[in-house]
């Protein structure tokens, strides 16, 4: 049909009309140190990338656990703001917020932030900048992505995981009747600004926990990257900082390789390579009630797939040894109780998160193994007994 037709109504015929464009993302992901420390002006040169010649309105949200390491932000953020008033502007002073799991298991915690952003006239054109772990952007990234639709939204995150994994992706999300990331929505951030400062201050727990996502992408995608986390654990597990800093740009790399260059950004698909090892981490972490980190129900989550691949017949025998070996070499504890967890008809717990890790993603069973270090391979369906054996083998394995 032409445009300016007259379409009379007719109950017999169909029209359809197909609507395509595509929108194209683009945003940096910027590494730098004393990111406000005054003299740095990575962040309001990233404020002013679109529109240079203006004083641009801002609200931060803070991660209080970050907070309580380093009393002294507050007053680096008052400086910065002062120092740069010519180009930013705080609508109000920083914003505590819940740091962890916390923010992520009460929706309150997101309508309270979006009051904040009505009370303070926060437009699409301001920035809502969050500053913490992977929870706490998770939480603030879907504030920002909902509020007026969408505004625009600065990452800065403060843990190894969060700079290393999941600061750097397209997704965020807060948690509902304990399924993981139940609300949520795919939305790039306008820039990310890693500052391996905040590294230092993170407790060591934590530093361990992000390095399970870097044992994760390099498996799926970069055996090189394997071989050299296997070469440089000694200094990893001592957080040497030359290490530290060269493990979390690999890792935020290789995500940022497997989101641009991928295919499917935005997961409409069924595969999800980055999700190695997941199905069993998120189920771990509610069946713990998030008293495991994700890093650290990740790292269980790779163990257990490895094992999986090797009983399976994918991966040779032995390679699981090295896998392990690393894990435990970096500080992760590879077996917890609620591995044996079983309902009241007697199922694994762990086993029925396969149905719940199927149904948050849609579409068909697709989990990632390994076929061989640095090389992911997709299978449809998980044989139960083979995980009970793997589960089993990790168990052996922490008694002996
Ligand atoms: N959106 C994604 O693509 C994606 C990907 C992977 C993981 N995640 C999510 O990320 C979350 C885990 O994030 P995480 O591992 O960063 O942990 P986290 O956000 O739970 O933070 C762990 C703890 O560290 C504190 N903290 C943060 N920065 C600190 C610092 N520099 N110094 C001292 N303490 C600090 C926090 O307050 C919290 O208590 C999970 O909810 C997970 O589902 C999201
Ligand atoms: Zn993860």
Redesign the pocket.
């Known amino acids: 049909m032409r445009q300016g037709d007259t379409v009379l109504a007719d109950q017999r015929s169909t029209d359809t009309y197909e609507q395509t464009f595509a929108v194209r993302f683009s945003y940096p992901v910027v590494f730098t140190n004393a990111l406000f420390s005054t003299e740095n002006t990575v962040l309001t040169d990233t404020l002013c990338r679109i529109e240079p010649n203006k004083r641009h309105k801002c609200i931060i949200f803070l991660?209080?656990?970050?907070l309580?390491?380093?009393p002294g932000l507050i007053d680096r953020i008052a400086d910065y703001v002062a120092a740069h008033g010519n180009r930013m502007q705080l609508v109000c002073p920083p914003v505590r917020v819940p740091?962890?799991?916390r923010i992520?298991v009460d929706l309150h915690f997101i309508e309270q932030m979006q009051q904040t952003l009505y009370e303070h006239h926060v437009d699409r054109h301001s920035y809502v900048i969050g500053i913490?772990?992977?929870?706490?952007?998770?939480a603030v990234?879907l504030v920002a992505a909902t509020t007026h639709r969408g505004i625009r939204h600065i990452r800065v995150?403060?843990?190894?995981?969060?700079q290393n994994?999941?600061g750097v992706?397209?997704?965020?999300?807060v948690n509902l009747n304990g399924v993981?990331?139940f609300v949520g929505t795919f939305a790039p951030p306008f820039a990310v600004l890693n500052d391996l400062d905040?590294?230092t201050?993170?407790?060591d727990r934590?530093k361990i926990?992000?390095m399970a996502?870097a044992v994760k992408v390099a498996l799926i995608r970069d055996r090189a990257f394997f071989e050299w986390l296997e070469r440089q654990s000694d200094q990893l597990v001592l957080f040497e900082p030359a290490a530290m800093a060269h493990m979390i740009r690999r890792c935020a790399e290789l995500h940022m390789i497997q989101i641009g260059q991928g295919g499917d950004p935005f997961e409409t698909g069924s595969a999800r390579p980055l999700d190695f090892g997941h199905w069993a981490a998120h189920r771990l972490?509610t069946l713990t009630r998030y008293h495991l980190?994700?890093?650290e129900a990740v790292a269980i989550g790779i163990a257990l797939d490895t094992r999986y691949s090797v009983l399976s017949g994918l991966l040779p025998e032995g390679a699981e040894e090295r896998v392990i070996v690393l894990l435990e070499q970096l500080g992760f504890r590879l077996w917890h109780p609620a591995l044996d967890k079983t309902d009241a008809q007697g199922r694994h717990m762990v086993i029925t998160g396969l149905e719940e890790f199927q149904e948050h993603l849609g579409g068909m069973l697709t989990i990632t193994l390994l076929s061989d270090l640095g090389i992911g391979i997709e299978v449809n369906e998980m044989d139960h007994d083979l995980i009970l054996q793997a589960i089993d083998w990790l168990k052996q394995r922490a008694q002996s």
Do not use: Q, Y
């Open positions: 991660d209080d656990g970050l309580a390491d380093d740091g962890g799991e992520k913490g772990g992977g929870a706490v952007l998770d990234g995150p403060t843990t190894v995981l969060a994994d999941s992706g397209v997704k965020n999300g993981k990331n905040f590294i201050r993170l407790p934590d926990a992000g996502e972490e980190r994700h890093g």
